[in-house]
């Protein structure tokens, strides 16, 4: 007979299982009924073995070929911390799959074949502090597909297909602090697409196609303290891109970075560790910081010459004991010199006679370039600049009036940006079927020919922004199969281009932001069946036809601010609806009837209603927005009554600022609702003037009203949880927060506040 360890049995006695009694063992498995594992490794396992033993703790699956992981594979094995799949064949995870595995502290998915994360996929883990999903497919991330994942540390998604990250795609990490995302295909960042990250300490995006710093997009991270941008492909940082308050190591090294502005992180007066190895850099000027913290700045790998050019920055190395790395690459006596080794004295320029001279001495001494085969010779048109390893080709602002030929075949990235083309003639990209980005902003086009990307059939990103368009034909996609991002802002559309879309079956998102278009007609979307994003702020939309948005229903982001519009479109919502977000800000709607958006109710998750003169809300006007409402934003209207919140028991945001609410009997729901939620909620009284400025909750008008008993806060002693000593953002997004307190209620944890939409002020007092 055997002793069980001091730690198995209180585990035992904390689960509620008196006595373990021995399991069976799934055939082919082995199981220790000691440490509670069961590992069935590399046995061609095409399900979950359903005879594990309930008690399980640590579970290894990896190396089989399952296929599908069903809902509630795991429902017969609840007690488990650790789970392992790597290799083993899985190419779906439906919802609801782990929803059993509460204490499941660590999973691991590596090198599977997931393609998409769904919203619910991860839905159960309310325990998880390590999700590894490295070396899978994945393309497409959901967003809410981690928002069950409160506790979550770590967050490890690389070697995936990533090329695009959308606005809240890690909602409800409140605890995350190792984000890895390298050896993707990410191009482009949206700006809320981080927020809500509020304890996140490292971000790694190396290894991705990032050509700009994304710097909206990394403001929204105040707690990041290292982020990796290595190998990626940008070529320049202007001033004060680097906007980071705590950020104390920077990877830029292994970029094409030829300009890096004196600026550049100017606003990151934490940085300690900069790395600019291995760029195109030629001369650096001293760094403008706000205060002296960088310690080192790694310039190896990088052709600069030592003259005259650099000693402003060797003597501000040595005032400011910056340590630089890296070596001169001319000239020849200083060849190799390391920078640190150099004294200024010695930076010296000479004539530009000789100057050339010893440039052309060096260049004699470098070993010549290794000469490549008549038959590979690459391919590059006059004008352009064409990267081999990185597979990137720029004709930028080198006034083009005709599109280049003759571009290698395995060009990926495509930059023609600031030419003056006019018009795009049909075939005017031959032989380029790899080319995943293509660049035109600013191209002053104003034709687009039917066929004009036939053969680009690679093609991901097509930025046709800033131009003179018009309309477009319904074939001039034509050839396009793989298109997903479609950038058209800034055009001079005043007609929505319908039917140009046919032939796009895999569109994601639709960018027609900036343009003039008037009204959207029905079947406006055709063609564009998987659409998921639509952006038609600033335009001039005053009507929206009924079914409007019926072909794409799987679309989840609507972007209707700063239009014209005078109502809620209602009836233009698709019938079976997956749109989480709707935005209606800055429009002329002042009225909201009953059941406005019950169409999207079901699914809906941010509304934005704010900043349009909004008078009155029906007080059916939210009808059916339940628990699945997390954000709600209604400031900067002429509100003086709203409607009952409490069915929106999900709320994590909202924000009744600047609005004249009447202060008075009517308003007495929206008091007794103030006293139910842990929600910061800015409203205030804007009559009678007697109370204009005061928080509706500081009030005591109420207690006169006909009916009302005493308020909680006034007659009540209740245990609030400690309020934190550190200033928090007046909208708060922190899951289950509307508790009804019927009694006296426990206090909460702290936990650290996250904003789906940035405050429109600072330093403001919230209710």
Request: hydrophobic fraction near 35%; charge should be positive; proline fraction near 7%.
């Amino acid at each position: 007979m055997f002793l069980l360890p001091t730690w198995t049995v209180m585990l035992l006695f904390f689960l509620g299982i008196r006595e373990a009694k021995p399991g069976r063992c799934p055939k082919f498995c082995m199981c220790d009924s000691i440490q509670l594992t069961v590992a069935c490794v590399k046995k061609n396992l095409t399900e979950i073995p359903p005879t594990i033993d309930e008690i399980t703790v640590k579970l290894d699956l990896r190396g089989n070929n399952i296929q599908e992981l069903p809902t509630g594979a795991f429902k017969h094995t609840p007690y488990l911390t650790h789970l392992s799949l790597q290799r083993a064949g899985i190419r779906k995870v439906r919802e609801g799959a782990f929803r059993s595995l509460g204490r499941l502290v660590f999973l691991n998915l590596a090198y599977n074949d997931i393609d998409i994360l769904y919203q619910e996929s991860f839905d159960g883990l309310s325990s998880l502090k390590q999700l590894i999903i490295d070396h899978n497919r994945i393309e497409e991330i959901q967003p809410g597909a981690f928002s069950q994942l409160g506790f979550l540390n770590l967050l490890s998604i690389t070697h995936n297909q990533l090329v695009y990250l959308p606005n809240m795609a890690f909602q409800g990490l409140q605890n995350i602090k190792w984000l890895r995302l390298s050896h993707n295909a990410l191009n482009y960042i949206d700006t809320e697409a981080f927020a809500g990250l509020f304890t996140l300490n490292r971000l790694s995006l190396d290894n991705n196609e990032l050509q700009f710093f994304p710097t909206e997009t990394m403001t929204r991270l105040p707690e990041v303290t290292r982020l990796d941008l290595s190998y990626n492909p940008m070529t320049y940082l202007g001033e004060e891109v680097v906007s980071m308050a705590k950020l104390t190591h920077l990877f830029l090294d292994h970029n094409s970075l030829q300009d890096f502005s004196s600026a550049a992180v100017l606003l990151s007066p934490k940085l300690t560790h900069l790395d600019l190895s291995h760029n195109q850099l030629r001369v650096l000027q001293p760094l403008a910081l706000g205060s002296p913290k960088l310690t080192r700045l790694n310039l190896a790998g990088n052709p600069i010459y030592c003259s005259c050019y650099l000693r402003p920055l060797r003597e501000w190395a040595m005032q400011e004991r910056v340590r630089l790395g890296g070596t001169c690459s001319g000239p020849p006596h200083l060849s190799d010199e390391s920078f640190d080794a150099v004294q200024p004295a010695d930076l010296r320029c000479q004539s530009q006679e000789a100057m050339l001279k010893a440039e052309l001495e060096e260049q004699r001494r470098l070993p010549p370039p290794p000469t490549t085969p008549p038959g590979d010779k690459v391919k590059c048109p006059d004008n352009c600049v064409c990267e081999t390893e990185n597979h990137h080709a720029s004709c930028e602002k080198q006034g083009h009036t005709k599109v280049p030929r003759g571009f290698s075949p395995d060009t990926r990235l495509l930059d023609l940006r600031d030419n003056h083309f006019h018009y795009i003639a049909s075939n005017s990209f031959p032989g380029l079927p790899e080319v995943v980005s293509l660049h035109l902003q600013r191209c002053k086009i104003h034709e687009l020919e039917v066929g004009a990307f036939n053969g680009m059939k690679g093609l991901v990103y097509l930025y046709l922004s800033e131009n003179h368009l018009t309309s477009l034909s319904p074939d001039v996609f034509k050839g396009l199969p793989q298109l997903t991002y479609l950038h058209l802002e800034k055009n001079q559309f005043k007609q929505f281009p319908k039917g140009a879309f046919t032939l796009l079956p895999g569109l994601l998102a639709l960018h027609l932001e900036d343009n003039a278009i008037t009204k959207l007609e029905t079947g406006i979307l055709t063609g564009a069946e998987k659409l998921r994003s639509v952006f038609l702020t600033k335009n001039n939309i005053t009507n929206i036809a009924p079914r409007a948005f019926d072909p794409a229903p799987d679309l989840a982001s609507l972007h209707l601010g700063n239009n014209k519009l005078k109502e809620v479109p209602t009836n233009a919502f698709p019938k079976t609806s997956s749109l989480t977000e709707l935005y209606l800000s800055h429009n002329r709607i002042r009225w909201i009837g009953a059941e406005a958006f019950l169409p999207i109710a079901t699914s809906l998750k941010h509304l934005y209603l704010n900043n349009m003169s909004l008078e009155k809300m029906s007080k059916d006007s939210l009808a059916g927005l339940g628990s699945g409402l997390q954000s709600l934003l209604l400031e900067g209207n002429h509100l003086e009554d709203v409607p009952d919140f409490s069915p929106l028991t999900g709320l994590e945001v909202i924000n009744l600022a600047e609005n004249p609410l009447l202060c008075d009997c009517p308003l007495l729901p929206l008091r007794k609702w103030l006293e139910r939620v842990n929600l910061k909620v800015r409203a205030k009284c804007g009559h009678p003037p007697e109370l204009k400025g005061q928080r509706v909750k500081d009030i005591h008008v109420f207690k006169s009203c006909p009916g009302q008993g005493p308020l909680l806060s006034q007659n009540l002693k209740i245990s609030k949880a400690p309020k934190s000593t550190k200033s928090k953002p007046a909208l708060v997004n922190a899951p289950k927060v509307i508790k009804t307190t019927k009694a006296k209620p426990k206090p909460r944890k702290n936990s650290k506040s996250h904003l789906a939409q940035k405050p429109s002020t600072k330093n403001q007092k919230a209710v």
